[in-house]
């Protein structure tokens, strides 16, 4: 499901401006502090939607990268006081720590600014579902067995982020939408696709082990809603490569968006509504 489905979302308006109203959003792995985060993508998003609930399900900071080099421009700044402006207004901001920014695990059960550091939460959608919501670094078995080895495929990911920059600053040039070139190559390489399978088992058979009904996680950068046994998976993706959330609309039903695909669809539709004006 994504962002062009038949699902209708409220409207809000604020400062002039319409916005998209759901009830629970979660987004995780925006990476700030790296080359590779879609910020201005990100802002876009803050700025078009709205919601009472707001999940960041890990790795918002890349702790990680900012231990190598300090990378921290204006656009990240931005996204930071736009999310603090959401909880001083009455947004429910839940931050749930993931590897790349564990160093906040330590705060877990404080708030700061209106923003609440929880190791996992169990959300109660409107129609009464219960979600376990974690990062899902938890079950990544090189995480667990050779931490050296995932800084290594750290080092290796942010080489492909750097080639898919430059791939997309072409594409836009030529006035083409943002494309997911390390996202491509995730879905065409099979032991990456056979990972990510073998990940979202683990952490679904988890989520019935605590006898929940769904689960919720990042990660793994791979936006995701699928159905194992009695238990339904949701990973709301990242802001590297897929720049995707996971939203809960008022009736609570679940979708994927994918922010992209929306402001290529806004971009398409500006020139035919001129033409109607």
């Not at 204006?74 to 790349?100: L, Q, S």
């Not at 160093?103 to 129609?127: A, L």
């Not at 399978?197 to 919720?216: K, L, M, T």
Request: net charge positive; proline share 2%; glycine share 8%.
């Amino acid at each position: 499901m994504n962002a062009l489905s038949s699902l209708v979302p409220e409207r809000s308006v604020k400062n002039g401006r319409s916005r998209l109203h759901y009830r629970t959003i979660w987004i995780s792995d925006i990476h700030l502090g790296t080359k590779g985060c879609n910020a201005e993508m990100l802002i876009d998003f803050l700025d078009s939607v709205d919601s009472d609930i707001l999940y960041l399900v890990g790795d918002i900071v890349d702790g990680w990268q900012l231990k190598k080099r300090l990378y921290w421009p204006t656009a990240h700044n931005d996204v930071v006081w736009r999310i603090m402006k959401r909880a001083r207004r009455g947004t429910r901001v839940i931050y749930i720590p993931g590897n790349h920014d564990e160093m906040f695990r330590q705060f877990t059960g404080m708030s700061f600014g209106g923003v609440e550091i929880r190791r996992k939460k169990i959300h109660t959608t409107v129609d009464g579902r219960k979600l376990l919501v974690l990062h899902g670094d938890e079950f990544d078995a090189i995480m667990l067995a050779h931490r050296w080895l995932a800084f290594v495929g750290d080092a290796a990911y942010t080489a492909l982020m750097a080639v898919n920059r430059r791939f997309n600053q072409v594409r836009r040039l030529f006035g083409l939408p943002y494309w997911s070139l390390s996202k491509m190559a995730k879905h065409k390489v099979k032991n990456a696709v056979a990972f990510i399978s073998q990940f979202e088992e683990i952490v679904a058979h988890e989520a019935e082990r605590r006898h929940v009904d769904g689960v919720v996680c990042g990660h793994i950068h791979t936006a995701e809603i699928r159905q194992f046994g009695s238990v339904t998976y949701y990973n709301d993706g990242d802001w590297v490569e897929g720049c995707t959330a996971l939203v809960e609309h008022h009736d609570g039903t679940m979708e994927v968006l994918h922010w992209a695909d929306v402001m290529a669809a806004r971009h398409n539709a500006a020139p035919a509504l001129e033409l109607a004006a």
